[in-house]
């Protein structure tokens, strides 16, 4: 670093590297240190040098036709130039020292170079409307506390829908910038999916969904990004009248210990998976937390072996989700069998689907309502024909106690008596 002394004040003596000699009309620069002792300057001027190739930086940056990154150069190059970026509207109100400051920053340059420097110290630069897809991907950060202790499974399941839903508004109403969205741009794409679901028998939740998705990425950026705008985003849900129709019906004690135990009615199924559904009987837990499983959530030693379920390589539904839940009958033979867990669904997304296709084909389903996830009903109404705890029930199926809890419930003794009075 060359340093020097000009008038008791020391400097940076340098040339203009090659890089930013389009934005740069002198070929030497003095970079005042604004010290007249050497050894402050030769501390201060590697911050001093840093600060120059930054603002030789912005400038670069700020000669760009995309306005996203040519706004946020300005800004950049007004902080480089220890100024903060304001409007032009706001410009003309500072005082006047401060106005002759900045008209100076922009006398000092020429050419393509001036007229960045005017953009970021003038408030020339026009801020960029954020458009639909853009507002997407602003959205995977903004709203990266949803995805904390997600598995990468679940951070695919979790960002298909939304990308799903902007494709969707993109292909019907075109990637308009937030601030333009009108109240018949909303109309048009809840009519188109109206016709869908005339046409093509889908279900209002399928709507609802993409609804709900564009209006929460939407409502976070202008939130977050602070653009101050009212969206056009109410009163477009659809009704679903038969929504408590398509609720999963449990499958029926008969069913079960006749159709999905009798002696090799599952044989044809995978190993892994059939005990998957073994697991599910006797525990009600949900498809994806018996996958779920490490081997250390496994404890099969003791006078009481049981499973923990925990956001460990995943998410859980709920803070209530998380307990622990004691292993009887062939609930706990099929755990046996897989100590380490259910590598091959481990974390993906393909338990129920296999489950629920070989059940379909083999005549294993109670009625075409039924699924997988029946025997979780069937779990919690075993449970409640038991006359269990209510506590206990809700603790064991990971629900709401719709209170505050108070001590820790049931031992895991007296759980495990109450599911083995009961188990297959």
């Known amino acids: 670093m060359n340093i020097v002394r000009r008038n008791r004040t020391f400097h940076i003596v340098r040339r203009v590297p090659k890089r930013y000699q389009s934005v740069e009309k002198r070929t030497q620069v003095w970079i005042s240190l604004h010290t007249d002792s050497e050894t402050v300057a030769q501390q201060k001027a590697p911050t001093a040098w840093a600060h120059m190739v930054d603002a030789w930086e912005a400038l670069l940056a700020g000669a760009t036709d995309d306005a996203e990154q040519r706004f946020a150069a300005a800004k950049e190059l007004a902080a480089a130039r220890g100024l903060r970026y304001l409007p032009a509207s706001k410009v003309a109100t500072l005082p006047r020292a401060e106005l002759l400051e900045r008209v100076e920053a922009v006398t000092k340059q020429s050419g393509d170079a001036a007229e960045v420097e005017a953009r970021a110290v003038l408030g020339g630069a026009q801020e960029p409307g954020i458009k639909v897809t853009r507002a997407l991907e602003l959205y995977w950060t903004l709203a990266k ?66 609804l709900t998705h564009i209006g929460s990425i939407l409502k976070t950026v202008n939130t977050m990004k602070r653009l101050g705008l009212t969206l056009p985003l109410g009163g477009l849900a659809f009704k679903d009248r038969k929504k408590g129709e398509r609720t999963r019906p449990p499958f029926s004690e008969k069913w079960i210990a006749e159709k999905l135990l009798a002696p090799g009615a599952m044989a044809g199924m995978n190993e892994e998976a059939r005990d998957v559904v073994y697991a599910m009987v006797n525990t009600g837990l949900r498809p994806s937390e018996i996958v779920g499983l490490l081997p250390h959530h496994i404890h099969l030693e003791g006078d009481v072996p049981y499973v923990e379920i925990l956001p460990e390589g995943k998410q859980v539904k709920t803070d209530d989700a998380e307990r622990v839940m004691p292993l009887v009958g062939i609930s706990l033979e099929a755990m046996k069998r897989h100590p380490n867990g259910f590598p091959t669904y481990r974390f993906k997304d393909k338990i129920s689907a296999t489950v629920n296709s070989f059940l379909r084909e083999n005549s294993l389903l109670e009625t075409p309502k039924h699924t997988l996830y029946s025997l979780r009903h069937s779990f919690e109404d075993r449970m409640l024909g038991a006359k269990m705890d209510e506590r206990i029930r809700r603790d064991l199926m990971g629900h709401s106690l719709g209170r505050q809890r108070y001590g820790n419930g049931g031992t895991l003794e007296r759980v495990r008596d109450d599911l083995a009075a009961n188990a297959y």
């Open 145 to 210: 506390e949803n995805t904390i202790g997600k598995s990468d499974d679940q951070l695919r399941r979790w960002k298909n829908p939304r990308k799903r839903a902007i494709a969707n508004f993109v292909n019907v109403v075109g990637d308009k910038e937030i601030a333009e969205i009108t109240a018949d741009d909303m109309l048009d794409f809840r009519e188109w999916w109206s016709d869908r679901l005339e046409f093509e028998g889908l279900t209002p939740d399928a709507a609802n969904k993409d």
